[in-house]
């Protein structure tokens, strides 16, 4: 098989899986099927790495043909949001679309320039690609058996999970396009139908809520393809060009590159859902639990902070990059605080993934070797956990009837396997030997270097934001680890699907973390040095250094198991030494937490978590915290006249 | 890591301890004094760590212990990490790990107490986390490195030119020593309340880790600090245990504040005087580059 059929398969074949599973409308058919083409894909992402990492950059361009199927889906699917817009009476969405089906044509009609080359796929696409086929699969097969049960739950009858799976799977498709188009009219194709399956698959429960979501994350995501519309109508007038290539390194830096680069990254920030784009993503986790993982793991986020990653050599060390740094610290560090109020616990993980792409998009901002790595180790990282924790929470909801986090008292004792495995989730977006976390090092490593007059603001940002991210996921953990003496039995129904999946995510993030030296040194710093970068890591003796610090992983890793595996395994009480609980009165019930309190009653124990809304409300501190994102945005598009 | 530094390492985990006892029961005698009282014997420490191991293991759960276990070896790596000079992010990160094993620990087990006590935990780290690792990139940004070793070979004293940021790191000691007016979650000293927050619902054996780990706890931060006169190394040692008694001085003359002006305090005073001296050194030039 060569290279080029293994690319034709990651695009096409979702499309084509996707279609059947519309047409297959029987479950016990979809299952086997599904899972098959799941193989398929992690087979062929891998297989499509080795390739381009024993054989250099892959270029490809297909036959001219396909630009007129490009050309006549482009326009289908504006037609269709706008359809859309009319049909929902939705003003904002009718301009956007509106907008689109004038100025695309407008600009890709007089185009006939052959664009060379149309696909071009580097380590950067590879090890996106790998992300998107190997964790989206893995969430497609874990929806395999959520969906059953939430039609169960939801008395959904007829079903529509053909629906679902069909935008479900194609979403994989569209990803893998996107990552390895180097023709910007190929990119937007794709984005647009990234924009496309998302709206579909919010408004999946057809609530009242969904819908008005799901209208949200159109509005939001057209909002930014019109900015790209018009950065690649700015492209074309003044360079001549499609080619993402090209543009950035064309070599000449001036303002009219900035202006399309800042237009671009704009875009980048929508689907990334950065303030004060976040509210299409927040909305977004009404939709079945699949959809958030996907949406937050390895799809349609990975975009926006993809195309940022991708611009970054065009526009290393102007004033352009310190601005996106900024922001992108700014951001970071906004929704981790904000992230500290919230109870919801889908909401809680939304906030921590904009925070954590903010985080990517700040290394990318302030783009050096070390900075660049660091956000490709964030993006293959946060992608595991994060998918891992969102099919947690999902599947604690299906068992236990909520997301908030308030109802997860205790869960350890209730439901030890799935709490097991959210801790290991949490513990790995939060403490060190982890990858996560070392990505975010090395991204407090490259910020500390004096690139840009600001750094010292972005590293400020960055250790305050952190340091929020520890307050909310530690007291969530409190919530799951808090035993009550009366606990009754575990009572966890462990579907097999979805549970092997939780485990794969798990083993892969802790594995993963075990093995980053090879990762890095390997895959990471090869990719950053093809797109033009200088080796942000080296290895002195088993750690992995940057110039000016170092990062011990399997000593940490040894401390680590000293530390909770050994104890976790080898402590335990005798009933002798087993003692109440303190209560700061004559305990009555022991088992069930009663004491007798100063008036003389019985008294239940009750415990609740804190969330300190005085300080940290969400819809107080929203204005402020769009306001000054607009701000920053605004500081964006001035820093490239300056 | 060759002989000496293991022989440096083994060196290190045994006398950390000693000093953190000693340093313990210094803080003691001088509290008392200040209060007018005679204090206990300075090997007082020592003595309660022996009696507490000697009494029966009891706990409500076995999660509390379990955590317990992991405060103390999380610890003693940092403190490993900053003897064997490694990385000063690395050991904050893994301090912070340390930390929150400590909240979480209290977490595992269902006492309104003992939760108060981890908020309020957690809050702290909330204030000072930020502090440490700006200080860590002050430090960076005169010494070219997070090396613990390279800032060991700095030959200028870094005082001079981070005074703002000493002041910073004195805050977040404070916060970290538990000592008043920032003994938020529970206070080191027992003497101010009967239900100690994260520490409600551990005795005996288990409480004497926690004891130990503190020994070690106080020896890195106050070793952290000395990082800040480094040639000749007892000058710096001279400034931590000077920062050392002036902790003690203020936990004598203060009283306990709230944690929302302690969260003020550490994110407003604390990192905007360490981001102040940043702009100083790396703009106005003034850090005396000898």
Known sequence: MTAETLVGVLVLLPFIVGGLSFLIRSEGLRKPFVIAFSLVMIIASLWLFLEVYNYGTLVSNPSPVWEYLIFAVDCLLIGYFLYVGITNKHYLIILLAAFQSVSFPLISLPFHKQVKPVLYIDLLSVIMCLVISLIGSL?????????????????????????????????????????????????????????????????????????????????????????????????????????????????????????????????????????????????????????SALLHSSTMVKAGVYLVLRLAPGFVETQLSAAIAIFGAFVFMVTSVLAI??????????????????????????????????????????????????????????????????????????????SGIALVGMISMLFLPFGVVFGKWAGIQAASEPVTTWFFLIVAMLVMGSASTLVYY??????????????????????????????????????????????????????????GYEEGFKVVGTALA?????????????????????????????????????????????????????VDGHVQVETGGTYWTQWFDELSLNKWINAAGIVLLAVLFVGVVL | MNGSDILMALAALALAPLIGGILRGLDRILTARMQGRIGPPLWQPFYDFIKLCAKSKKASHRGPVVWAWAYLVLTV????????????????????????????????VRSPYAHFGAYRELLQMLAYEPILLLAAVAIFLKTGSFMVGDVLGFEQPLLISLPLTLVAVLIALGIKMRKSPFDIAASEHAHQELVRGVYTEYSGPTLALIELTHWYELVLVLGIISLFWVIPLWVGIIIALSCYFLEILIDNITARLRWSWMLTVGWSLGVGLILLNIVIVEFFGLGLRL
């Open chain 1, 139 to 291: 969430i497609v097969v874990f929806a395999l058996d959520y969906m059953r049960n939430h039609e169960v739950h939801h008395r959904v009858n007829p079903s529509r999970q053909h629906i679902f799976f069909f935008f479900l799977i194609s979403f994989l498709g569209a990803m893998n396009g996107l990552v390895f188009a180097n023709s910007l009219f190929w990119l937007f194709l794709f984005w647009e139908i990234t924009t496309l399956c998302c709206y579909h698959l919010i408004r999946h429960d057809l609530t009242e809520e969904a819908l008005g979501a799901s209208l949200r994350a159109l509005w939001m995501n057209l909002a930014g393809a019109v900015a790209l519309i018009i950065g690649i109508g700015l492209s074309l007038h003044n360079f001549d060009t499609v080619v993402i290539q090209e543009l950035i390194s064309s070599g000449v830096v001036g303002p009219a590159l900035l202006l399309t680069l800042a237009l671009f990254c704009f875009t980048g920030f929508t689907k990334a859902a950065q303030v004060p784009w976040q509210g299409w993503l927040l909305g977004a986790m009404v939709a079945p639990t699949p959809v």
């Open chain 1, 341 to 418: 109020g919230q109870s919801n616990a889908k909401r809680v993980l939304a906030y921590s993934t904009i925070a954590n792409l903010g985080l990517i998009i700040c290394c990318a901002g302030i783009n050096t070797g070390l900075a660049i790595a660091a956000a490709m180790v964030l993006i293959v990282f946060h992608a595991i956990s994060k998918g891992l924790l969102f099919l947690v929470v999902g599947t604690i909801e299906q068992q236990v009837g909520s997301r908030d986090i308030e109802d997860m008292e205790g869960l350890i004792t209730k439901l030890p396997v799935l």
């Open chain 1, 474 to 531: 530690a007291k969530w953990m409190g919530r799951l680890i808090s035993c009550a003496p009366d606990s009754s039995g575990s009572s966890e129904v462990k579907a097999p699907l979805a549970y092997g999946t939780l485990m794969a995510l798990a083993v892969l993030a802790v594995g993963l973390s075990f093995l980053v030296v090879p990762l890095v040194v390997n895959v990471i710093d090869p990719a950053a040095v093809a797109v």
């Open chain 1, 546 to 598: 940057t110039p000016w610090g170092a990062f011990p992983v399997w000593p940490l890793f040894v401390a680590v198991v000293l530390a909770l595996v050994i104890p976790a395994l080898v402590v335990r009480l005798k009933p002798a030494e087993v003692s109440a609980v303190y209560m700061c009165g004559v305990n009555v019930d022991e088992r069930h937490l009663v004491f007798r309190s100063a």
């Open chain 2, 77 to 108: 790596t940092a403190w490993l990490l900053f003897v064997l000079r490694q990385d000063l992010l690395i050991l904050l990160f893994i301090l912070a790990f340390a930390g929150a094993s400590l909240a979480l620990g209290a977490f595992s």
